[in-house]
Structures are given as structure tokens and as C-alpha cells.
């Protein structure tokens, strides 16, 4: 059996000018990045006239050792609604390089539903990530340049918030002491970096309009504290400008293609259980204008990537899905029932319905909370079996919901048809899309809203540091932003034990920050770290290239 990169590395992919002229980019938007790869200018969306598609999100369980495969089902949708003659354009988040070489091995889907060029995609790509990263520590070096050079702002070194990044799992960066070596180095204090992705500049990026846009979100970031308690923006140091310079080129999405040759927008990539989880509304918005339909997907489960994208990216930008996709395995299920990883292949239906809550509450989310029309997809392995797949078939119609057996991994584009056909008719039917909180609550009552709406807590407790956030960000007027939960992914609660669907329990809060210029809160929940660590056998130890540059190892 071929491996996905050995399937990807087998295609022959089409020139990207051929594959932007299938959609109708004229030439002067396209920008190549060699032959398969290119941005198109974002003048674009401003400068042409175009009818929105619909737009369909794909999410999924909470994630399992298993796998779920929500991006290859999203891949394998896209080709499969091409395949019933709809024009359908992929729009994806980019890959971080910390879980390709930590834990994923890639993330360009997988099988026969993969974007391409895949090894591309999964390390540098365009090299949007590293402008985010040097905007990012721009800000934080001009941040420390004005405490060295006399600090007329006043600002607290001690209140600090901005930190640096990198783009790599790198545990021993969680905390440090900078600064240290003399008068000439810089003031000593406490200091830490941030993964890439859960940087608030990756967060602006995704969530902006315009280079206009950008620049007045960069120019909004919080970045410390004065003495007495004022906030110190990127503005104050007038950092905004340089930090979109950097950027303005990483704005413009980038286009590749299905191993089927149908176009993908891969553009942006915050983590879903540490920031908002969505691909960039440039790069969603332009996938509208030039498809029929758009299908995106967001991060880990509905309780997080969905949540996030329904009640933030849909709030600040005036999207609303016409229809969702929620994916699972027969093989994730099981384990949520309690079944052991190397025991999942057999069939097992008593594990199997003690596993399902958690699907079924992410579908109740979907179809309840937010009123939204959906169909689950179950992404089909050799193993499954009819008994198994008919008692979550069975399940899924007791709430009004259909099932849709999906062999896109196998298959391509020929696996995703039933569910192409299911995400169509779904798009026409009516539609009461709504948030799952309004704003006019105070902080601790939408964390709560969510807490208990979508992950079904008994309540939130606050830690006393959060307590003293929430009051000075409500005084400081940032009250009526909506709130990013970083969260554990494993589960619905914050505890990555209790799988399933579990009741009576609690959830603490622990820390919370606004990020100004994203528009939204962020509340740390539990132990969640917003920089991870390589395991024991990291994705990277089977990772390497030969003399022909021909890489192996991404899975």
C-alpha cells in the first residue's frame, strides 16, 4: 500500500496557471511561486464583481490516537461536489511545522484526497508563516528597544504580555529569563515564547479584510502595561506600519490544487485549542467569489474549531454557513467508548454506543445551538463493519440527522459523491443560523455561555488571577469582544481524560488576555500551554531527503 506522500509524489499535477484559469483568476492576479503553486492578489475580491457560493464547514469529534480525518474529507468533498458537476473550491488552513515534525507527520490530507504539492505545503510552502513570525518578534524587539532606550511610555517590565515566537514544538522556550549580560543588552526579565500560530499577529492575519484592515488590527495589539495600569498598543510604538510591510505579501492567499486538479486555497493556520482555528476570511472569501461552493473546514472538534469559527470568524465578518459536515471513524468512536488503540479493528457495538454521546453532542451543537443543517460523515476504514456503521446510521436519525459514508481516503473524489450530494441538498434547505452567545454579557457570562452550551458544564470556576483579568479588561472597555476558549481538544471538558460525552464536571479558568487587534478575549483553560514540546519519538525522527531532494517520512 502506497503511502500518502508516495500517492502525492505519483500525480502528475497541472500548471497552477491552468488550475486559477478553471476558476476564472484572470493572469495579472496570479502570482507564481513555481510551476504548482502561486498567490493571487487579494485586488481581486475588491476589483471584481462576483455572486458568493455557499459555504460548507467540515468539523469533526474530538480527536482521537485513531485519527478522524477531517481535512481528507474535506479534500474528498471538494472533488467529489466537482464531481457532480458543482463548482467547488477547497479553502484549508497551512500546515504548522511544530505538530509536522512533532506529532502529525503532515497535514495536507491524506489517500487519495491530498492537496498538493504536498511536501511543500507541510514545510515552508510560501514562506507566510516566517512574515508572521518576524512581524510577530519585530513588535516585541521595538517593545524592548523602548524599555532600554529611557522608557517614555512607562512601561512595567513586569506587565509585559507580548511574547515571541517560533514555529516549532520547543518546551524549553515556555519560560525564560532575556535580557541578562550588562547594561548595553536589554532590561532582564521574565519572558516566554509562543508557538507560530497562537500568536495574535497569526489571528489579524486571518481575520483581515484589507492591507487597511491590517495595519489598523496590528496597530490595536496590547502589548503590556504602563506603571499605572494603561495599556501599551503597537501603535504607541509605532510598529504597525513595518509589521503589515512585512505582511503584505503573506496576505495574499495561496492557490494549489486536489490531486484531482480542482483548486485549494491554503492560507493561514491558528490553532484551533489555542486561538480561533480557521484559514483566513481572504482566502475563505475568495474560494466564495470564484465557487459555487466553498468548503472549509476548522480546527479539532465542533466544541472548539466550529465554536470559533461560528461564533467568531462568522460574527466579525458577516459569514453563515449553509451547511456543516461532522466527521468521525467507526475506530474513534470505539475509542471514546473505552477500547485500547491497538483493539479498534475489532467489532465491538457495545463500546461503539458508549462512544457515540460524543459525536451525537457535537451534532446537537450543530443542529441545536446554532440551528444549522448537517450531515455526518463517516470516514470509512476496511474495518468497520455494517453492524457498526447501521448503529451510528440509527443514532444519527434519531435526531434528524443523515449519515454519509465517505471513501474519499480510498477512493478520491468518486468516495465523496454521496456526500457531495447530501451537502448539496442540505445547502437549500432553510437556515436559522445563530451564535451560541450574545455580546452584551460580560466576560465571565459568554465564557460560561459556551462552558455550558456547547461542552455541557455545570459551571466555570475562576481562578483568582482571572478574576482580577476579567475586571481590568471589562474596565479597560474590552467587555464586548466574544472570547476564544484555549482548551484541551481531547475532550469536551479540560480535562483530556474524560472522553466521551462527560456530565458533572467543571471547568477552571486560569488565565485570561485580550487579544485587541483579533477582536476577541482569550480564556486559558486547565493545563492548556500555548507553546507544546516534542514527544519521545517525534514525527521528525522519520523525516529526511536523498541527493535527489526527494523528501520521505511525511506520512
Keep these: 500500500m502506497l503511502t500518502d506522500i508516495e500517492i502525492a509524489q505519483a500525480t502528475?499535477?497541472?500548471?497552477?496557471?491552468?488550475?486559477?484559469?478553471?476558476?476564472?483568476?484572470?493572469?495579472?492576479?496570479?502570482?507564481?511561486?513555481?510551476?504548482?503553486?502561486?498567490?493571487?492578489?487579494?485586488?481581486?475580491?475588491?476589483?471584481?464583481e462576483h455572486t458568493p457560493g455557499k459555504l460548507v464547514l467540515v468539523t469533526a469529534i474530538n480527536p482521537t490516537p485513531a485519527g478522524e480525518g477531517k481535512t481528507t474529507t474535506s479534500v474528498g468533498l471538494a472533488d467529489g461536489l466537482n464531481g457532480i458537476g458543482k463548482r467547488a473550491v477547497l479553502a484549508l488552513r497551512e500546515p504548522s511545522l511544530g505538530p509536522v515534525f512533532g506529532i502529525k507527520g503532515g497535514a495536507a490530507g491524506g489517500g487519495y484526497a491530498q492537496v498538493i504539492p504536498m511536501e511543500d505545503i507541510n514545510l515552508h510552502?510560501?514562506?507566510?508563516?516566517?512574515?508572521?513570525?518576524?512581524?510577530?518578534?519585530?513588535?516585541?524587539?521595538?517593545?524592548?528597544?523602548?524599555?532600554?532606550?529611557?522608557?517614555?511610555?512607562?512601561?512595567?517590565?513586569?506587565?509585559?504580555?507580548?511574547?515571541?515566537?517560533?514555529?516549532?514544538?520547543?518546551?524549553?522556550l515556555r519560560h525564560i529569563v532575556d535580557g541578562l549580560g550588562g547594561k548595553a543588552d536589554g532590561v532582564p526579565r521574565e519572558d516566554g515564547f509562543d508557538?507560530?500560530?497562537?500568536?495574535?499577529?497569526?489571528?489579524?492575519?486571518?481575520?483581515?479584510?484589507?492591507?487597511?484592515?491590517?495595519?489598523?488590527r496590528l496597530g490595536r495589539i496590547v502589548v503590556g502595561y504602563t506603571y499605572d495600569d494603561?495599556?501599551?498598543?503597537?501603535?504607541?510604538?509605532?510598529?504597525?506600519?513595518?509589521?503589515?510591510?512585512?505582511?503584505?505579501?503573506?496576505?495574499?492567499?495561496?492557490?494549489?490544487?486536489?490531486?484531482?486538479?480542482?483548486?485549494?486555497?491554503?492560507?493561514?493556520?491558528?490553532?484551533?485549542?489555542?486561538?480561533?482555528?480557521?484559514?483566513?476570511?481572504?482566502?475563505?472569501?475568495?474560494?466564495?467569489?470564484?465557487g459555487d461552493y466553498c468548503v472549509t473546514e476548522a480546527g479539532f472538534g465542533a466544541d472548539l474549531g466550529a465554536e470559533k469559527f461560528l461564533d467568531i470568524k462568522c460574527r466579525l465578518t458577516g459569514l453563515k454557513p449553509d451547511a456543516v459536515v461532522v466527521v468521525a471513524t467507526v475506530r474513534?468512536?470505539?475509542?471514546?467508548?473505552?477500547?485500547?488503540?491497538?483493539?479498534?479493528?475489532?467489532?465491538?457495538?457495545?463500546?461503539?454506543?458508549?462512544?457515540l454521546p460524543n459525536l451525537l453532542q457535537h451534532v446537537e451543537t450543530i443542529a441545536n445551538v446554532y440551528r444549522l443543517p448537517c450531515v455526518v460523515a463517516i470516514n470509512a476504514?476496511?474495518?468497520?463493519?455494517?453492524?457498526?456503521?447501521?448503529?451510528?446510521?440509527?443514532?444519527?436519525?434519531?435526531?434528524?440527522?443523515?449519515?454519509?459514508?465517505?471513501?474519499?481516503?480510498a477512493k478520491g473524489g468518486a468516495g465523496g459523491k454521496a456526500l457531495a450530494e447530501e451537502v448539496v441538498r442540505l445547502c437549500e434547505q432553510p437556515n436559522g443560523f445563530r451564535f451560541a452567545y450574545e455580546l452584551e454579557g460580560g466576560i465571565a457570562d459568554k465564557i460560561e455561555a459556551i462552558a455550558k452550551t456547547v461542552y455541557r458544564a455545570d459551571g466555570i470556576d475562576f481562578a483568582a488571577a482571572a478574576q482580577k483579568?476579567?475586571?481590568?479588561?471589562?474596565?479597560?472597555?474590552?467587555?464586548?469582544?466574544?472570547?476564544?476558549?484555549?482548551?484541551?481538544?481531547?475532550?469536551f471538558s479540560d480535562n483530556p481524560a474524560l472522553l466521551g460525552a462527560p456530565r458533572g464536571f467543571r471547568m477552571t479558568v486560569r488565565n485570561v488576555k485580550v487579544s485587541a487587534g483579533a477582536g476577541f478575549i482569550v480564556a486559558l483553560t486547565g493545563s492548556i500551554m500555548t507553546m507544546p514540546g516534542l514527544g519521545k519519538n517525534p514525527a521528525a525522527f522519520k523525516i529526511d531527503v536523498d541527493e535527489a531532494g526527494k523528501i520521505t517520512g511525511l506520512f
Excluded at 22 to 42: F, M, S, T
Design 12 to 48: 502528475e499535477a497541472r500548471p497552477i496557471a491552468e488550475i486559477a484559469q478553471k476558476v476564472g483568476v484572470p493572469e495579472k492576479y496570479l502570482e507564481q511561486y513555481g510551476p504548482y503553486k502561486a498567490k493571487i492578489d487579494y485586488n481581486l475580491l475588491r476589483e471584481q
Design 125 to 172: 510552502f510560501t514562506g507566510d508563516f516566517h512574515a508572521i513570525g518576524a512581524a510577530n518578534n519585530l513588535l516585541a524587539a521595538l517593545l524592548d528597544a523602548r524599555i532600554h532606550n529611557n522608557n517614555d511610555l512607562g512601561i512595567d517590565p513586569r506587565r509585559v504580555t507580548w511574547k515571541r515566537v517560533v514555529d516549532m514544538n520547543d518546551r524549553q
Design 195 to 216: 508557538i507560530t500560530v497562537a500568536s495574535e499577529v497569526m489571528a489579524i492575519f486571518c481575520l483581515a479584510t484589507s492591507i487597511t484592515d491590517l495595519k489598523e
Design 230 to 290: 494603561k495599556p501599551v498598543t503597537a501603535h504607541d510604538l509605532h510598529a504597525e506600519g513595518a509589521m503589515a510591510a512585512l505582511l503584505k505579501d503573506a496576505l495574499k492567499p495561496n492557490m494549489v490544487q486536489t490531486l484531482e486538479g480542482n483548486p485549494a486555497f491554503v492560507h493561514g493556520g491558528p490553532f484551533a485549542n489555542i486561538a480561533h482555528g480557521c484559514n483566513s476570511i481572504m482566502a475563505t472569501r475568495m474560494a466564495l467569489a470564484l
Design 332 to 355: 474513534a468512536l470505539k475509542n471514546h467508548g473505552g477500547v485500547p488503540k491497538g483493539q479498534l479493528d475489532e467489532e465491538n457495538l457495545q463500546a461503539l454506543e458508549a462512544g
Design 381 to 409: 476504514f476496511p474495518t468497520d463493519t455494517e453492524a457498526e456503521l447501521g448503529l451510528v446510521e440509527a443514532k444519527c436519525k434519531e435526531l434528524g440527522v443523515n449519515v454519509a459514508l465517505s471513501e474519499v481516503w
Design 469 to 491: 483579568e476579567i475586571e481590568q479588561l471589562e474596565g479597560l472597555g474590552f467587555g464586548g469582544m466574544p472570547v476564544c476558549m484555549a482548551k484541551t481538544q481531547y475532550s
